[in-house]
T-cell receptor, first 115, second 114 residues
Framework: GIQVEQSPPDLILQEGANSTLRCNFSDSVNNLQWFHQNPWGQLINLFYIPSGTKQNGRLSATTVATERYSLLYISSSQTTDSGVYFCAVLPSRGYSGAGSYQLTFGKGTKLSVIP | EPEVTQTPSHQVTQMGQEVILRCVPISNHLYFYWYRQILGQKVEFLVSFYNNEISEKSEIFDDQFSVERPDGSNFTLKIRSTKLEDSAMYFC????????????FGPGTRLTVL
């Protein structure tokens, strides 16, 4: 199946710093999503971004589908940004039309923002 | 903004008991999913459901698991005889038109099997 690699696995930032999280995937995709898992375990949808660039406040994301990677940018980080950030992808359907309905998640990047 | 809801938020059960986790997907969505996350691990797909039948399931989704859409709003995951290793966070998700669309996740149910 498709492989999803996220880097770095752990990141510690001083409040106010910027960061870039990376997601590499091994095959073409129809869907790519970024999530933030908060300390209570809830998954928060950040971006649906199979290609292109989107921005939402201090967060932005870019997916270069042809090169099979996506980046999540966090600017002016705050302590509330702490948690685990997951990238998840949906592989493209094959020539036969068969495909997958399942999002495949990476292992995540654990971000700790310290005051 | 419409959202996926899940109940209960936390369920504690004894090994061997049956549990039913409930989800209310977004009302005009057509595809429904269950995922689980064992503590400290990544989120894993369990099953997808469309048009009142399972469209895909993972190897985790064995005969102990079943899903149902008993009415027009609820989507349930049943575990017939829970095991210690079923302890995990269970997430429900839904999409509107197809699996290509954004999957909206609920807040999760934390299942603890003692």
């Amino acid at each position: 199946g498709i492989q999803v690699e996220q880097s770095p696995p752990d990141l510690i930032l001083q409040e106010g710093a910027n960061s870039t999280l990376r997601c590499n995937f091994s095959d073409s995709v129809n869907n790519l999503q970024w999530f933030h898992q908060n300390p209570w375990g809830q998954l928060i949808n950040l971006f649906y971004i199979p290609s292109g660039t989107k921005q939402n406040g201090r967060l932005s994301a870019t997916t270069v589908a042809t090169e099979r990677y996506s980046l999540l940018y966090i600017s002016s980080s705050q302590t509330t940004d702490s948690g685990v950030y997951f990238c998840a992808v949906l592989p493209s359907r094959g020539y036969s039309g068969a495909g997958s309905y399942q999002l495949t998640f990476g292992k995540g990047t654990k971000l700790s923002v310290i005051p | 903004e419409p959202e996926v809801t899940q109940t209960p938020s936390h369920q504690v059960t004894q090994m061997g008991q049956e549990v039913i986790l409930r989800c209310v997907p977004i009302s005009n969505h057509l595809y429904f999913y269950w995922y689980r996350q064992i503590l400290g691990q990544k989120v894993e797909f369990l099953v997808s459901f469309y048009n009142n039948e399972i469209s895909e399931k993972s190897e985790i989704f064995d005969d102990q698991f079943s899903v149902e859409r008993p009415d027009g709003s609820n989507f349930t995951l049943k575990i017939r005889s829970t095991k210690l290793e079923d302890s995990a966070m269970y997430f429900c998700a839904s999409t509107r038109f197809s699996s290509y669309n954004e999957q909206f996740f609920g807040p999760g149910t934390r299942l603890t099997v003692l």
